[in-house]
Antibody, heavy 118, light 109 residues
Framework: EVQLVESGGDLVKTGGSLRLSCLVS????????MSWVRQAPGKGLEWIGR??????????DYPAPVKGRFTISREDSKDTVYLQLDGLTAEDTAVYYC?????????WGQGTLVTVSS | FMLAQPHSLSESPGKTITISCVRS????????VQWYQQRPGSAPKTVIF?????PFGVPDRFSGSIDSSSNSASLTISRLKTDDEATYYC?????????FGGGTKLTVL
């Protein structure tokens, strides 16, 4: 069974930083592209970036709203993908999901809540 | 491009409903479309991928299709159950980004 477990969500002040983690099991993580998707309270889904596998260059892509503030990385030895959040604003308050895939999101974690408040 | 979905739909148990997802520019056939089901308080779950494929465990009451004439994708749920009540999101991608539709809240009553 494939499982994705996010952690690291917290209450953080405006301008602060946070690192989220996503531990993956049940598949060959090193071969898997990973994405992060967020959902603001009462809103829809928003893709916030992907990281390719090491064999595909381990490159990352981000949409304009988060480019330069968010950074995705991976540690294949730990079957874990990370999302570094910097320069947080109230608009970043959301549940953050990690997913498998770069162009699609086949498996989803349960999400972790990030709340940004002044 | 954007993906436009109806904000909400309702139907009775046992009936069939179709949720549309219209692509604003570029061909709907250019990139695969996925559909996700999100029940209240839960994470999304894939019900259709690659336009029409069902993950293992998703009942065949769920089907997906694309229509080039209307430049849209559709999710059809037959023999509706109260358990199908959820918000459904379509998703596709361009050269770099993933793009989500705004979601359709389905009420089954």
């Amino acid at each position: 069974e494939v499982q994705l477990v996010e952690s690291g969500g917290d209450l953080v002040k405006t301008g602060g930083s946070l690192r989220l983690s996503c531990l993956v099991s049940g598949l060959t993580f090193s071969n898997t592209w990973m994405s992060w998707v967020r959902q603001a309270p009462g809103k829809g889904l928003e893709w916030i970036g992907r990281i390719k596998s090491k064999s595909d260059g381990e490159t990352t892509d981000y949409p304009a709203p988060v480019k330069g503030r968010f950074t995705i990385s991976r540690e294949d030895s730990k079957d874990t993908v990370y999302l570094q959040l910097d320069g947080l604003t109230a608009e970043d308050t959301a549940v953050y999901y990690c997913t498998t895939g770069g162009w699609t999101n086949f498996y989803w974690g349960q999400g972790t809540l990030v709340t940004v408040s002044s | 491009f954007m993906l436009a979905q109806p904000h909400s739909l309702s139907e009775s148990p046992g009936k069939t409903i179709t949720i549309s997802c219209v692509r604003s520019s570029g061909s709907i056939a250019s990139n695969f479309v996925q559909w996700y089901q999100q029940r209240p308080g839960s994470a999304p779950k894939t019900v259709i991928f690659n336009d029409e494929q069902r993950p293992f465990g998703v009942p065949d009451r769920f089907s997906g299709s694309i229509d080039s004439s209307s430049n849209s994708a559709s999710l059809t749920i037959s023999r509706l159950k109260t358990d199908d009540e959820a918000t459904y999101y379509c998703q596709s991608y361009d050269d770099t980004n993933q793009i989500f539709g705004g979601g359709t809240k389905l009420t089954v009553l």
